[in-house]
């Protein structure tokens, strides 16, 4: 069981960092998204493998979701979106690969040195019960701040891509006592 | 498997992410760069809870807290990213920068 394990996590780690440097390789923003989406599903796999089923399992439905609409988005915003004009839409290469060269040292290097506490506990039978009486207890601050965050989220969503806001519609001052708006409301149109 | 291998591939995640973030000219792209960052977190949360703390849901709550993130940084950015184009006629952040003036 053990060694199935190890084979698992190999294959989606390595997996999931050749589809990740991918993602930035392809010419073809389609292809890239779909690179994305194998990577994150990969690190749902992992979560899986770590014994968190529900969160594994929050994560992989949600990522083949976000990724369905990013590629649309893909489609709808990039000028090369199927690949067939390669062009290079990049800056700084270089001193990018640098910095994160010397990030992953770093981490690595911190991965490696510290002296990390050994297990403390055991898993219960039932994490998601677990996570679910933290969100609802304990933790119930944190449950608060997503939830309101959330709600600012799709307030702000709403404002930002709106075409027509209320300083369109009632003027610079908001002064104005009807709206101008392309169509009438009311009955008498 | 070992806590310090799930934090490797988390840092080489993380690594490869930003990586994309800051070479990325195109915003959806650069956003995809911020994916792969937090898919990179999720994967150190989950492994710093079932290696040091099973018995607490703390690291399960810092992975629902990235999972929102990512929820969050995606609609965020494409509203955005709307916004821009509607105004501006860009995809761009080099572009965006030089319109600035």
């Known amino acids: ?189 | 498997m070992s806590l310090e291998l799930f934090l490797l591939l988390a840092a080489a995640l993380f690594s490869i992410g930003l990586f994309g973030a800051l070479t990325q000219q195109s915003i959806v792209m650069l956003m995809m760069g911020l994916e792969l960052m937090l898919g990179g977190i999720i994967v150190g949360a989950a492994a710093v809870w079932h290696y040091i703390a099973p018995a607490a849901a703390d690291g399960q709550v810092l992975v629902v807290l990235a999972v929102t993130v990512m929820a969050v940084e995606m609609a965020i950015g494409f509203a955005v990213v709307t916004a821009l184009f509607r105004a501006r006629e860009v995809d761009m952040t080099d572009m965006a920068a030089e319109l600035k003036e």
């Open chain 1, 1 to 189: 069981m053990a060694v199935l394990g190890d084979v698992i996590f190999w294959v989606l780690a390595l997996l999931a960092v050749a589809s990740g440097v991918m993602v930035f390789r392809f010419d073809s923003m389609a292809r890239a998204t779909y690179a994305l989406l194998t990577s994150l599903l990969c690190v749902g796999g992992e979560v899986l493998l770590l014994g968190l089923d529900y969160l594994g399992v929050v994560i992989v439905l949600m990522m083949t979701i976000e990724m369905a609409i990013m590629a649309v988005f893909m489609v709808m915003y990039m000028m090369n979106p199927a690949g067939l004009m390669p062009m290079t839409m990049v800056h700084n290469t270089k001193g990018a690969a640098v910095i994160c060269g010397a990030v992953f040292a770093v981490l690595a290097a911190g991965i490696l040195l510290a002296p990390w506490p050994s297990r403390r506990g055991r898993p219960s039978h039932d994490p998601t019960m677990d996570l679910g009486l933290s969100l609802m207890g304990p933790q119930m601050l944190t449950m608060m701040t997503l939830g309101l965050t959330l709600f600012a989220t799709i307030v702000a969503t709403v404002v930002l891509a709106t075409r027509r806001g209320r300083y369109d519609r009632f003027g610079d001052d908001l002064r104005s006592r009807t709206a101008d708006d392309p169509v009438r409301g009311g009955m008498s149109r």
